[in-house]
């Protein structure tokens, strides 16, 4: 897989996104405490307000950028976004009120929704080999889940010595740091599209979505890992420490796993896909989803005490592993249902669609969760993951599961 690194632009540009997405991670953990010493016992109502900006953001803005920037080159459209989340992240240690830090995320944020579908547009014509690029999609899986893994226990390490304003600088350094690798990079040249109207620029991968087969079943595998996405990062501080009454430090415990799922599956995935057609790999994923949803629920309703804890760690890892499955491959389906001309807007699309869907999950999770009890939003969520596995099924049978766009 590290062989793919040998591509000096593809190493750069992957540099960036590492350092980019450690940066990040600091920021999450001074956001929240800026968030407790603005608002303290509301601290839970501002980063929630906050969290749903920056879904709305991605859904909304994505587009949007995609389509104002479609005819400029990509490389001045990454360095401008990280610059400007860079610029954001300086004046957050300066807010005061609740208000500034909802404006200042909605700015970052839409300058992510920005860069991120356009950074990951440019990756297929870096590399051409469907193999090498196969290679690409497993470390940057492993990526994010180093990132979810090490951010906190290196924001940990740094608040013994620093206040947590500083945390902001290493978000700036890692934001222009990630600009200069971009900057440094030799991205190949990519024709612009002809000039067409804006509303057609700002449709046309939501067209594309539903026009191609295996993009409509996409949005249904979208669906599925939404649910148990919701279940993870919502309510695994409920169950670890309101169900199980475990210390904190077991929360991080619950999310290693599963991000240690993930990154097991990131890291066998180009044997596998050698083996087996991306649908085969991306529904068998799917499907197990809501199986460990209502796994789970059996767990919080059946069982108890040291038992309990770790079957739900071992099905927190396996939800990780299963959600691997589905989201690795996925950009080969952009990549395979697209054009250099159409990919940033297919890019963009996958990204706002896919956001779409946390914004629907998310609520149920935290609201039907705290209304009904674990069990219950589980089983539910188990629900709307069939539902979403029935849509991917139908839309994307399996004599489709091959189709190159050329």
Same mark, same amino acid.
């Given at each position: 897989?590290?062989?793919?690194?040998?591509?000096?632009?593809?190493?750069?540009?992957?540099?960036?996104?590492?350092?980019?997405?450690?940066?990040?991670?600091?920021?999450?953990?001074?956001?929240?405490?800026?968030?407790?010493?603005?608002?303290?016992?509301?601290?839970?109502?501002?980063?929630?307000?906050?969290?749903?900006?920056?879904?709305?953001?991605?859904?909304?803005?994505?587009?949007?950028?995609?389509?104002?920037?479609?005819?400029?080159?990509?490389?001045?459209?990454?360095?401008?976004?990280?610059?400007?989340?860079?610029?954001?992240?300086?004046?957050?240690?300066?807010?005061?009120? +609740?208000?500034?830090?909802?404006?200042?995320?909605?700015?970052?944020?839409?300058?992510?929704?920005?860069?991120?579908?356009?950074?990951?547009?440019?990756?297929?014509?870096?590399?051409?080999?469907?193999?090498?690029?196969?290679?690409?999609?497993?470390?940057?899986?492993?990526?994010?889940?180093?990132?979810?893994?090490?951010?906190?226990?290196?924001?940990?390490?740094?608040?013994?010595?620093?206040?947590?304003?500083?945390?902001?600088?290493?978000?700036?350094?890692?934001?222009?740091?990630?600009?200069?690798?971009?900057?440094?990079?030799?991205?190949?040249?990519?024709?612009?599209?002809?000039?067409?109207?804006?509303?057609?620029?700002?449709?046309?991968?939501?067209?594309?979505?539903?026009?191609?087969?295996?993009?409509?079943?996409?949005?249904?595998?979208?669906?599925?890992?939404?649910?148990?996405?919701?279940?993870?990062?919502?309510?695994?501080?409920?169950?670890?420490?309101?169900?199980?009454?475990?210390?904190?430090?077991?929360? @991080?415990?619950?999310?290693?796993?599963?991000?240690?799922?993930?990154?097991?599956?990131?890291?066998?995935?180009?044997?596998?896909?050698?083996?087996?057609?991306?649908?085969?790999?991306?529904?068998?994923?799917?499907?197990?989803?809501?199986?460990?949803?209502?796994?789970?629920?059996? @767990?919080?309703?059946?069982?108890?005490?040291?038992?309990?804890?770790?079957?739900?760690?071992?099905?927190?890892?396996?939800?990780?592993?299963?959600?691997? @499955?589905?989201?690795?491959?996925?950009?080969?389906?952009?990549?395979?249902?697209?054009?250099?001309?159409?990919?940033?807007?297919?890019?963009?699309?996958?990204?706002?669609?896919?956001?779409?869907?946390?914004?629907?999950?998310?609520?149920?999770?935290?609201?039907?969760?705290?209304?009904?009890?674990? +069990?219950?939003?589980?089983?539910?969520?188990?629900?709307?993951?069939?539902?979403?596995?029935?849509?991917?099924?139908?839309?994307?049978?399996?004599?489709?599961?091959?189709?190159?766009?050329?």
């Amino acid at each position: 897989m590290l062989s793919v690194l040998r591509h000096r632009t593809y190493a750069q540009l992957f540099s960036a996104q590492v350092i980019a997405l450690l940066g990040t991670g600091l920021l999450t953990v001074a956001l929240g405490l800026l968030a407790f010493d603005i608002a303290a016992g509301d601290a839970g109502i501002v980063l929630g307000l906050a969290m749903t900006i920056k879904m709305i953001a991605y859904v909304v803005v994505s587009p949007i950028a995609t389509a104002l920037t479609a005819r400029l080159p990509r490389k001045p459209v990454l360095i401008a976004a990280d610059l400007i989340r860079a610029a954001v992240a300086v004046a957050l240690p300066f807010v005061s009120e +609740a208000w500034q830090i909802y404006v200042l995320i909605f700015l970052l944020q839409s300058a992510s929704a920005t860069f991120t579908p356009t950074f990951q547009a440019v990756i297929p014509s870096v590399l051409p080999d469907e193999e090498e690029y196969t290679q690409a999609l497993s470390l940057s899986r492993l990526a994010y889940d180093l990132e979810s893994l090490l951010s906190p226990l290196i924001a940990a390490a740094l608040l013994t010595v620093i206040s947590y304003h500083n945390l902001f600088v290493g978000t700036v350094v890692g934001f222009i740091v990630s600009a200069v690798l971009v900057a440094a990079s030799r991205l190949p040249h990519i024709p612009a599209p002809p000039v067409t109207p804006f509303l057609d620029r700002l449709t046309r991968g939501t067209r594309i979505f539903w026009a191609e087969r295996e993009l409509r079943g996409l949005l249904g595998l979208n669906l599925v890992v939404a649910t148990s996405t919701a279940m993870v990062i919502i309510n695994t501080v409920v169950l670890v420490q309101g169900l199980l009454e475990r210390p904190q430090p077991d929360v @991080a415990l619950m999310l290693g796993a599963y991000g240690g799922g993930s990154m097991v599956v990131a890291l066998l995935m180009t044997r596998l896909l050698a083996r087996r057609p991306d649908r085969t790999v991306m529904v068998a994923g799917a499907t197990a989803l809501p199986v460990m949803l209502l796994a789970t629920a059996a @767990a919080i309703h059946w069982t108890d005490g040291t038992a309990q804890c770790i079957i739900l760690l071992a099905l927190w890892f396996a939800a990780g592993a299963a959600t691997s @499955a589905v989201l690795t491959p996925s950009a080969r389906l952009l990549r395979r249902n697209s054009t250099e001309g159409t990919r940033p807007a297919v890019f963009a699309a996958q990204f706002s669609l896919s956001h779409a869907c946390f914004l629907v999950t998310y609520p149920l999770a935290g609201t039907l969760g705290a209304a009904l009890g674990l +069990a219950p939003v589980a089983v539910i969520l188990a629900g709307l993951a069939v539902v979403g596995l029935v849509l991917a099924l139908v839309s994307w049978p399996s004599a489709h599961s091959v189709r190159t766009v050329r």
